[in-house]
């Protein structure tokens, strides 16, 4: 795989590429968002860590010019608002829903023969809007949430705890999943 995008510089979207760029899944990581110059402080940290790091994967990053993005094998879309405290599913649907069509329809024009991974959430309803809203066949959109989900579920049992802070958390996790 030579290329991925990353589409939103948020917490998903920086961590994903970072660690796609420290292994070294592609030879050159985009990360694109809205907000100017967010995608490329992180990218150029990540750019000044690679040599600790030792990767030399290329890294860009870029505000809303999605011609930086063009023949991608791989588009990660992480965009969209987190859902705050009292709001619905349905109003974060409303609102990411018109998100996720705008950075389709971007994803489609430079990187039509992209496998698209929707982490962006309400998940599953975003994955059925970019498979609907690409024209793809199903086997390039995929979405990520139910892995995500399950990691976290399953963090607390997995790991020692190394504080006290942790301790606490892992016991009410814990506590909370049986």
């Known amino acids: 795989m030579s290329k991925v995008t990353v589409v939103g510089a948020g917490a998903v979207g920086a961590t994903c590429a970072n660690v796609m760029a ?12 809205i907000k100017e110059g967010l995608s490329e402080g992180k990218m150029l940290d990540m750019y000044q860590c690679s040599t600790l790091m030792d990767f030399d994967t290329k890294l860009v990053g870029v505000t809303n010019d999605y011609k930086q993005t063009a023949n991608s094998d791989v588009v990660v879309i992480t965009s969209g608002i987190p859902r705050k405290p009292g709001m619905t599913r349905e109003e974060l ?20 023969r992209a496998i698209i991974i929707v982490v962006a959430n309400p998940m599953d309803t975003l994955t059925y809007l970019a498979l609907k809203a690409s024209g793809l066949p199903k086997n390039r959109i995929i979405g990520m949430g139910g892995a995500r989900d399950e990691s976290s579920a399953t963090w607390p049992r997995l790991r020692a705890p190394t504080s006290t802070t942790s301790t606490a958390w892992s016991s009410a996790a814990t506590a909370t999943r049986r």
């Not at 649907?93 to 039509?112: D, L, Q, R």
């Open 22 to 33: 420290c292994r070294e899944v592609a030879s050159e990581v985009v990360l694109i968002d």
């Open 93 to 112: 649907i409303g609102t990411n829903a018109n998100i996720m069509k705008g950075v389709i329809e971007n994803v489609v024009k430079y990187s039509p």
